[in-house]
């Protein structure tokens, strides 16, 4: 990496003195100069690892880096606003088709309950009418915890996609970080990125997601009686995956502060150091001083948008997930809230914990997506400067 980030210094400093040693350049000579400065620099990035991985994630879209990249420098936001259209239309309809034979069968077994709930008075015996309702329930227990089995593999696999995709990102990304300010600020916020990986995989995939089969679980056990007897060991449970989300973005928005404040001053004093010291050369001096502010100026361009592309990309694989258990929730929400005049509380109580189970999920995807995002943000934010 230090090899690679001399080099990229070399080529940029080789090729400013274009900008200032030029006679008469106008308007469109220097944007063509700092066009191919910009261009040169961006060759000596290696784009096959993170090409490969796009690939695998998005079979069908054929996405390239580099083209990404280069459309982003341009201004062309178009692309990346296409692709997240497209995305979210496909998910919903995929979502939907999925969820489809699942929710009929719930509906049809609410039905079906609410036909023996309001005819029990025909049994001679109140416990044949139990019996009926018992077994219908178990029925619909099954399709619950079935249609919550899918949306967790649903999330599983997002996120999934999302740290591997950052594992191949975060080389490419400091390198250029590290390009444009400095190796202290680029080596922080890796380590940082890579922190936050072994996170979302410890806490989020290996605790958590349990968690919520554990609440899912409980939730629908709990209207198996006409009493609340799990109700509040459901409630601690939610409590718990909400505190905990809560307590993993407080510590890693707190980690970005921090290394926001001190290692980009660190990278800022040796920068400063090596400049001023090129500048008070007579004679030439001056013209070192430009050449380095037009290399530095042009290294953060760069940064920026791969930066930018990479978030972009994370968005997309964001969205993925969270249009699939949107549609979820929004479908068992709406099927709870039409079975609701007809049927036993108990049924609109195990459909309804389906849409609240996703909603939950829902939380977990949108915190992990915006952790990765929030990293880049900041690490632009506070490298932006030249």
């Excluded at 109700?231 to 921090?258: D, H, P, Q, R």
């Amino acid at each position: 990496m230090r090899k690679r980030k001399c080099a990229l210094l070399v080529l940029a400093v080789a090729v400013a003195p274009l900008v200032f040693f030029s006679p008469m350049k106008t308007a469109a000579s220097e944007a063509a100069t700092f066009s191919d400065i910009r261009d040169k620099l961006v060759s000596q990035y290696d784009f096959e690892e993170i090409d490969g991985s796009l690939k695998e994630l998005f079979p069908d879209e054929q996405l390239d880096f580099k083209e990404t990249l280069m459309g982003i420098l341009s201004g062309d936001l178009d692309f990346s606003l296409q692709l997240l259209g497209e995305l979210a239309a496909d998910q919903l309809g995929y979502a939907f088709q999925s969820s489809r034979s699942n929710l009929i069968h719930m509906l049809l077994i609410a039905l079906l309950a609410a036909v023996f709930s309001n005819f029990s008075k025909v049994f001679q015996s109140r416990q044949i009418s139990d019996i009926s309702f018992y077994g219908l329930y178990l029925l619909l227990i099954a399709l619950a915890i079935s249609s919550f089995e899918a949306v967790v593999n649903w999330v599983r696999g997002g996120i999934e996609a999302l740290t591997a995709f950052m594992g191949v990102f975060c080389p490419l990304y400091f390198l250029a970080v590290s390009v444009a300010k400095g190796s202290a600020t680029s080596v922080a916020f890796y380590h940082l990125v890579l922190f936050l990986i072994f996170l979302t995989e410890v806490v989020i995939l290996n605790f958590l997601l349990p968690m919520l089969h554990i609440y899912m679980i409980v939730r629908v056990l709990n209207y198996l009686s006409d009493e609340d007897y799990l109700s509040k060991f459901a409630e601690l449970i939610e409590m718990a995956v909400s505190w905990l989300l809560k307590t993993v973005l407080a510590c890693i928005v707190g980690l970005n502060v921090i290394q926001g404040l001190i290692s980009p001053a660190i990278d800022t004093v040796k920068r400063s150091v090596i400049t001023r010291s090129a500048e008070a050369i007579p004679g030439i001096g001056d013209a070192i001083g430009g050449m380095a502010e037009v290399a530095i100026g042009t290294a953060v361009l760069v940064k920026n948008g791969i930066g930018m592309a990479g978030a972009v990309i994370s968005i997309a694989l964001c969205v993925v997930p969270l249009a699939q258990v949107a549609c979820i929730v929004l479908l068992y929400k709406l099927a709870a809230a039409i079975i609701q005049p007809v049927s036993d509380k108990r049924i609109v109580g195990c459909i309804e914990t389906v849409g609240e189970g996703c909603r939950m999920l829902l939380g977990v995807i949108f915190t992990t997506g915006f952790l990765f995002l929030l990293t880049i943000v900041v690490v632009a934010a506070v490298t932006g400067n030249v």
